[in-house]
């Protein structure tokens, strides 16, 4: 299998037994996170992911299978008290279609402890975070690769120079937040993939582009603790590690 060939079979939108459906990323998912990374830096990583393989969480019962596949992202941001905005903190995914009911949980604790652009996020954190879940949806092969509109599509593009293979993505809010035009984005993620030559119309005529959509929803820890929490502090709740995702971890009682 070629690397263009195994990059398209990874390359792939929501399916479930095979089928196209379509998904929308939920604020049950966003608890969820919330509900893992906490339950995670209080009891440890390994009691809940032992815990998590024998609980279904609640946001499954929004989704329209079970074994339901698509790419994910999720990312933490943090409230920094001096310019009071949400700075990066952590975000990592798949372009590969993954089981929800698993990735979920799986990416909300790699990307709050194992984005190697930064520290671990650490208990006392947690107040100020926020969660953001990305369902990547509505793929479409584009005409060439200017053929998207910023703020609304991801692009993925695959290229070939001098018989060296180059791909890679944005996600959709990626140009828009940088402020680039869609001939800018274009260079930038050409440079991204790692190809550092001249950028000339032949190389542009024969790049393949995918575009997508991200479903994506936000989640403050207030409004986790405000929703889903009932208002009471999960950080001094006395539910067990098993409790985690579940509908017992909302009606917990506080110490």
């Known amino acids: 299998m070629s690397p263009f060939e195994k990059q398209q079979q990874e390359e792939s939108p929501p399916t479930t037994g095979g089928e196209k459906v379509e998904l929308k990323a939920s604020r049950s998912m966003c608890y969820y996170c919330f509900d893992v990374l906490i339950h995670a830096l209080r009891f440890g990583q390994q009691i809940v992911d032992n815990q998590r393989k024998q609980t279904v969480p609640d946001f499954v019962s929004g989704l329209p299978d079970i074994t339901v596949e698509c790419p994910i992202f999720v990312t933490w941001d943090k409230m920094h008290q001096r310019s009071n905005k949400y700075q990066l903190r952590g975000c990592i995914g798949t372009l590969g279609p993954r089981l929800l009911v698993d990735a979920v949980g799986e990416y909300a604790l790699t990307s709050a ?143």
């Open 113 to 255: 402890l194992k984005d190697r652009r930064f520290r671990p996020i650490t208990l006392d954190e947690i107040p100020s975070l926020r969660v953001a879940v990305s369902l990547l949806v509505n793929y479409e092969k584009c005409e060439d690769c200017y053929d998207w509109t910023v703020g609304v599509h991801g692009i993925m593009i695959k290229f070939m120079v001098n018989g060296r293979h180059y791909s890679a993505t944005y996600l959709p809010e990626v140009a828009k937040e940088q402020g680039w035009t869609i001939p800018q984005a274009v260079a930038s993620l050409m440079q991204k993939a790692g190809y550092q030559g001249n950028i000339t119309p032949d190389i542009v005529r024969n790049i393949q582009c995918t575009r997508y959509q991200s479903s994506k929803i936000r989640v403050s820890f207030e409004e986790y603790v405000k929703e889903h929490c009932q208002g009471q502090d999960p950080m001094l709740s006395t539910a067990v590690p098993m409790d985690v995702g579940s509908k017992a971890w909302q009606s917990c009682k506080t110490m």
